[in-house]
């Protein structure tokens, strides 16, 4: 049951503090603004023939602390280009009107993976993303498990909060492997880092020893190749860790692996389920138990009934309403990566 005074905090922060969530994301924002025990702001969206659009808030925001959550994946609610703009156009919207300040809460931050020349010539688009960000007025981005941490870090001029999902795949790494041995795998090498950081924190969570394995992959022209695995699947539970999936045949070709080597269960865990076109297969495919995602693209674009047999959804709503919480009064956000010590 909620106290008087807990009433009486959830008003101040609706009065201080508004929270829209732009269509496509309606479903997250609403998850984060039931756990926060406020409103949904109002706001419009109209779409005109061409391709134009307008948004504008429905409330005053002069004066006040605005978050915007909008997830950049494509759907069928629109492109990651289209969202993109839509959310730089609100927020600057939301500035022009008076805005305290603008905090952009953005659970799938598009072109991320692109973020450094690995051709001639070739872009730098988190970069530029970054810069666009800025000259909307915002102040503040928050996401969840970026492709590379450091890379997003140095694109921002403006304050970043980064999630990750450590203490929400910590917790169902424990159940599922219980006293069994435990092996996390990272498909290639740039998601070493995230593997380790999550066994540390398996580890501290359980009590359980896990240990830590990588595959190697290079990828040419959309194929990937590399056959070095480093590590021991033999009759291991095994969970594979990595910030996306798409068609999810990095994560099939690491699981085929494991089970060649004698791995005793293999689980697929991704941050975003970006869901591609040819999925289905992979999610449904034999040497692959379980696939774990949060909802931070949905709703998915795949048939119900293999997100129902093939897929477990966690929700990371807790993530974004905590780190809200914290901004908005000024609390740290220090022990939000996960770094409880």
Same mark, same amino acid.
């Given at each position: 049951?909620?106290?008087?005074?807990?009433?009486?905090?959830?008003?101040?922060?609706?009065?201080?503090?508004?929270? %829209?969530?732009?269509?496509? @994301?309606?479903?997250?924002?609403?998850?984060? &603004?039931?756990?926060?025990?406020?409103?949904?702001?109002?706001?419009?969206?109209?779409?005109?023939?061409?391709?134009?659009?307008?948004?504008?808030?429905?409330?005053?925001?002069?004066?006040?602390?605005?978050?915007?959550?909008?997830?950049?994946?494509?759907?069928?609610?629109?492109?990651? +280009?289209?969202?993109?703009?839509?959310?730089? %156009?609100?927020?600057?919207?939301?500035?022009?009107?008076?805005?305290?300040?603008?905090?952009?809460?953005?659970?799938?931050?598009?072109?991320?993976?692109?973020?450094?020349?690995?051709?001639?010539?070739?872009?730098? &688009? @988190?970069?530029?993303?970054?810069?666009? *960000?800025?000259?909307?007025?915002?102040?503040?981005?928050?996401?969840?498990?970026?492709?590379?941490?450091? !890379? *997003?870090? +140095?694109? *921002?001029?403006? !304050?970043?909060?980064?999630?990750? &999902?450590?203490?929400?795949?910590?917790?169902?790494?424990?159940?599922?492997?219980?006293?069994?041995? @435990?092996?996390?795998?990272?498909?290639?090498?740039?998601?070493?880092?995230?593997?380790?950081?999550?066994?540390?924190?398996?580890?501290?969570?359980?009590?359980?020893?896990?240990?830590?394995?990588?595959?190697?992959?290079?990828?040419?022209?959309?194929?990937?190749?590399?056959?070095?695995?480093?590590?021991?699947?033999?009759?291991?539970?095994?969970?594979?860790?990595?910030?996306?999936?798409?068609?999810? #045949? &990095?994560?099939?070709?690491?699981?085929?692996?494991?089970?060649?080597?004698?791995?005793?269960?293999?689980?697929?865990?991704?941050?975003?389920?970006?869901?591609?076109?040819?999925?289905?297969?992979?999610?449904?495919?034999?040497?692959?138990?379980?696939?774990?995602?949060?909802?931070?693209?949905?709703? *998915?674009?795949?048939?119900?009934?293999?997100?129902? +047999?093939?897929?477990?959804?966690?929700?990371?709503?807790?993530?974004?309403?905590?780190?809200?919480? #914290?901004?908005?009064?000024?609390?740290?956000?220090? @022990?939000?990566?996960?770094?409880?010590?």
């Amino acid at each position: 049951m909620t106290t008087i005074n807990e009433r009486q905090e959830c008003m101040y922060h609706a009065a201080l503090m508004k929270i %829209f969530a732009l269509n496509g @994301t309606m479903a997250l924002g609403r998850a984060i &603004t039931d756990d926060l025990r406020i409103a949904l702001a109002d706001h419009e969206e109209r779409d005109f023939e061409g391709g134009e659009h307008k948004l504008r808030p429905l409330v005053s925001v002069r004066g006040k602390d605005v978050f915007i959550v909008h997830s950049l994946n494509g759907s069928p609610e629109g492109s990651a +280009n289209d969202k993109l703009c839509k959310l730089l %156009f609100f927020a600057a919207t939301c500035r022009e009107h008076g805005a305290s300040r603008v905090t952009a809460v953005v659970p799938y931050l598009a072109y991320s993976r692109k973020d450094r020349q690995t051709k001639t010539r070739d872009p730098v &688009t @988190t970069r530029y993303v970054a810069q666009l *960000f800025e000259a909307a007025g915002i102040d503040v981005v928050v996401t969840l498990d970026v492709h590379n941490l450091a !890379a *997003f870090q +140095n694109a *921002f001029r403006c !304050a970043t909060v980064h999630l990750d &999902t450590r203490k929400l795949y910590s917790g169902i790494i424990a159940n599922l492997a219980g006293a069994e041995r @435990t092996l996390i795998l990272a498909p290639d090498a740039g998601g070493i880092k995230r593997a380790q950081l999550l066994r540390e924190y398996y580890e501290r969570l359980s009590g359980n020893e896990a240990q830590l394995a990588f595959m190697e992959k290079r990828r040419s022209g959309g194929v990937a190749s590399g056959h070095l695995f480093a590590g021991d699947a033999e009759g291991a539970n095994v969970f594979i860790i990595d910030d996306l999936i798409g068609t999810g #045949r &990095t994560m099939l070709r690491a699981a085929e692996a494991c089970r060649q080597r004698g791995a005793n269960a293999v689980y697929a865990l991704a941050t975003h389920a970006l869901f591609d076109r040819g999925c289905e297969a992979v999610l449904a495919h034999p040497a692959i138990d379980r696939t774990i995602v949060t909802d931070s693209a949905s709703p *998915f674009n795949i048939p119900e009934d293999v997100l129902r +047999n093939c897929v477990e959804v966690v929700g990371s709503a807790p993530l974004f309403s905590e780190a809200i919480r #914290r901004l908005h009064s000024g609390a740290s956000l220090a @022990t939000l990566s996960g770094d409880d010590q």
